[in-house]
């Protein structure tokens, strides 16, 4: 394959690396304080651009599967449907923080960073290949420890950049670990190599290998019992990094689990299938139950997207491909859900400072209807009420449960979503049924809004047009599986 | 009979177009309050009105499903956008829409604040509702089902009463509770037969073991709506807290969703179950019916008490639906089209003498014939009709009732009717001492009369009770063809065995 036709199957990532490398130039050069709001002003729309573009460009990529240097990286309708999702994702995140509101994380090299982040991710999308998995990993990991701790003038800041740091490089051990072990007896470190040394008798070392790596990778979608990251780093870190945090990483982080489990390690489903299952179990459990006591919005959030992933995970633990489906709807909705709800805490200032705590958005219905309404949508959606987004996530995950006899899973999954239910209905309640102590600054940034109506649009239309997107999804992954 | 425009569409979506407009009423609070009140009733009036041509057009001699329409929604998944009625579901809607431009009436003076979005929250409502009994979809149903909460959690919570915040939160997480067991069947039976249409589902034999286990499910959803013994606590707290408006809506409509689920799920998809499980729900509809009469007779409050005896009057349709014959199933409906008329009535006739005293406590009043002569005759009617007086709308569900039960279970039937003699005795209870006695207390001869607004509720609620009372052919000659087609699908060798 010559370099242009290499160039053309990998252009959103090109892309990104062509914006990442002006940002650097252009943040270096410009360095007189007169200019400095202009530099700003020009980085993010080049950031912003650059995922604009990427995104476009994934339309021009080829169909069907088409695998490069000496299949690393391998696009086919699946990873460009990922890649989409975490583009958008990350225009979201990026889009927010643009206001200028961004407790001082808006900066040159918050949006270098967050486009590096970016990029690993799609490679992480991408990877064919152990290797591969590992560099878009770290690609996508170093970043964030930075810019969780990108307010440096804040103790919390810097103290969840070293936890997830810390953290990180734990979980990023037992990932090499698993993986060196799966290199060891597998004697490739191709997915596709790895998957054919399954026909033969499985050793335990595979086994543990690939119990190894999966402990790894749960740690990065924050499934419990990998979890206990999650809430510190959500709550300490910047709002607008914990809103980049809540939504882009996991999608990339759950298509790579989906690549490793349905794809190199098919051969031996049983064993992960169970597996998932604890983890999904776990973090459903953990999630309803732990966010019911939480007094800060942030960590609430933490634990929901915990409970999230657990019935992400319930679809994934089915194996079959209506799973997989399942769970790609399902981190769709997740990500507009989280881009709604972070607009919106992302809006609610008091005397130009942040607010965080649950109690703060009391009476906010009078106050700010359209940030209470917007909230109260999302919060719905989020604990699976029909007709919104929400529920139709849920439908799918549990019905590949239930075609796969998990029937107990979709039991758990379903109980703790009343449970999840609880701490959702608490917020409406603060916001519709009581009134405000002190009232929250007036007015909403254009961005802020944007992302808000477009994500409530989104989850409120969404069942005109689940039947388009449930086809193209499963198309799709029949495609690539 | 199949008209060319899709009218159940149109009824079901016409008032959420009316909460689209209500987003465009502009202007100073108590202009957009006044508009916002004009808007709902003409909206929900029109409904009214469409849903009308549903009564017109239906033909009561064709079997099967009508105005029905397909749209493909998910497609190749068997999960398509279809509604349609048949005798069992047209009663509901029109009850549906008939109760609220009644309950938007009724809430015309009582509520003061945000009164843009109650009536939003009622026109989703109404949506919701009539989408709900529409539905020949199981996942369409689900989802109406279930959107029901939402606009009834905030109309509770946001403009109930002091303890509203309590009565909203129970009211939601124990019917959500109900609801994801049976969201959970729906999957497993949507796996076994790869649909999730109503009459192709019905058609479908599902293995005996697992139809215990979906009945299970369904019931857990179905008990909690309806509400049965012992699950039925959220639905005093709820009524006693609720709005006026949102009280009838509740007593009215909500209540016949679990009814209604039972006859368009539970006996036709599930009949070997039904028939097992038959004894349990007889003995917990007895125990509901005696027992919930009895604690109605200890309350001091007038909604707790109207609201109790709501859990008694649904027990006997329990009873009816699963009496499984002709007379008991026509029964249950009967019943359930008479109590939403008279207990919606009834609770509106607390809201009335509320908005005026601002208590629900039966001691504060007493001689409120004297000063509200009108209010004292629909009252009495009311009660009366709720008690089962021949000539009212209660008598014919609760006559038809005991009979389908005797001819099922003969004890059964004694037992519910011990429960009509307690009806009896609370009711008449309340009456004696809310509106009769000697008016002692200032504030009872200085009420205002019945205003022609109240007026205007009362006499059509009053008018259908007793019509239904004094002609009950008109609801029995829709439904009785459904209902022998319904006792068809349950299956020969259960029929055999009445």
Known sequence: ?481 | MNSSWPLLSVITFLPLSGVLFLMLVRGTEANVATNAKLVALWVSGFTFFLSLFLYVGFDPDFVGYQFEEQVDWISGAGISYHLGIDGISMPFILLSTFLVPLSILASWGSITHRVRDYMMAFLVLETMMVGMFASLDMLMFYLFFEGVLIPMFLIIGIWGGIDRVYAAFKFFLYTLLGSVLMLVCMLVMYQQSGTTDIPELAAFDFAPTLQFWLFLGFFASFAVKVPMWPVHTWLPDAHVQAPTAGSMILAGVLLKMGGYGFLRFSLPMFPDASDLFAPMIFALSVVAVIYTSLVALAQSDMKKLIAYSSVAHMGFVTIGIFSMNEQGIAGAMFQMISHGLVSAALFFCVGVVYDRLHTREISAYGGVVDAMPRYAAFFMFMMLASVGLPGTSGFVGEMLVLVGAWNRANWVAVLAAIGLILGACYMLWLYRRVVFGRAEKPEILELEALSSREFLIFVPLTVFVLWFGVYPSTLLDIMELAVSDLLGQIGPQQTALR
């Open chain 1, 1 to 481: 394959m010559n370099l242009v036709q290499t160039f053309s199957v990998a252009l959103p990532e090109f892309i990104l690396v062509a914006v990442a490398l002006s940002l650097v130039l252009v943040a270096a050069f410009a360095n007189s304080s007169e200019s400095e709001a202009s530099t700003l002003k020009l980085v993010r729309s080049l950031s912003l651009g650059g995922y604009g573009l990427a995104f476009l460009s994934l339309f021009m990529l080829p169909a069907g599967q088409v695998v490069l240097f000496n299949g690393l990286f391998a696009i086919d309708g699946f990873a460009i449907y990922m890649k989409g999702l975490a583009l958008l994702g990350a225009f979201f995140a990026s889009w927010l923080v643009s206001d200028g509101w961004g407790e001082g994380v808006d900066r040159a090299e918050f949006h270098l960073l967050v486009l590096m982040a970016v990029l690993g991710m799609l490679l992480m999308i991408s990877a064919h290949d152990l290797i591969a998995l590992y560099m878009g990993l770290e690609l996508q990991s170093l970043p964030l420890y930075v810019i969780a701790s990108m307010r440096t003038n804040s103790l919390r800041s810097s103290e969840a950049g070293l936890k997830y740091f810390l953290l990180g490089a734990l979980s990023s051990g037992m990932l090499l670990y698993g993986a060196s072990l799966v290199y060891g007896f597998a004697g490739s470190t191709a997915y596709a190599d790895i998957a054919t040394s399954l026909n033969d008798d499985v050793s335990v070392g595979l086994t543990v290998g690939m119990v190894f790596l999966l402990s790894g990778l749960a740690f990065k979608i924050s499934a419990a019992p990998f979890h206990m990251w999650t809430p510190d780093v959500y709550e300490g870190a910047p709002t607008p990094v914990t809103a980049l945090f809540a939504i882009v990483p996991k999608v990339a982080a759950m298509t790579l689990i989906m690549n490793v489990t349905y794809f190199a390690f098919s051969g031996i489903s049983d064993q992960w299938s169970q597996i998932l299952i604890a983890l999904s179990v776990a973090s459903m459990i953990v999630g309803a139950t732990g966010a019911i006591m939480q007094q800060n919005i942030k960590r609430m959030l933490a634990y929901s997207s915990i409970a999230h992933m657990g019935y992400a995970l319930a679809g994934l633990a089915a194996g079959s491909l209506e799973g997989a489906a399942g769970v790609v709807i399902y981190m769709t909705t997740y990500v507009f859900m989280g881009a709604g709800a972070f607009s919106i805490i992302m809006s609610l200032r008091r005397d130009d400072a942040p607010v965080e705590r649950i109690s703060d958005l009391s009476g906010l219905s009078s106050t700010h209807p359209l940030l209470a309404a917007g909230m109260m949508v999302v919060m719905f959606s989020m604990a699976g009420i029909p007709p919104l987004a929400g529920f139709f996530g849920k439908w799918y995950v549990f019905l590949a449960a239930v075609n796969a006899g998990l029937v107990p899973l979709a039991i758990i999954g379903v109980l703790t979503s009343v449970v999840g239910a609880f701490y959702y209905l608490r917020i409406i309640k603060l916001m519709y049924f009581e009134d405000a102590d002190a009232p929250l600054d007036e007015g909403i940034s254009r961005q802020n809004r944007l992302v808000l109506v477009a994500s409530l649009a989104f989850i409120i239309l969404f069942f005109l047009g689940i039947g388009q997107l449930s086809g193209v999804v499963g198309a799709n992954i029949v495609a690539f599986f």
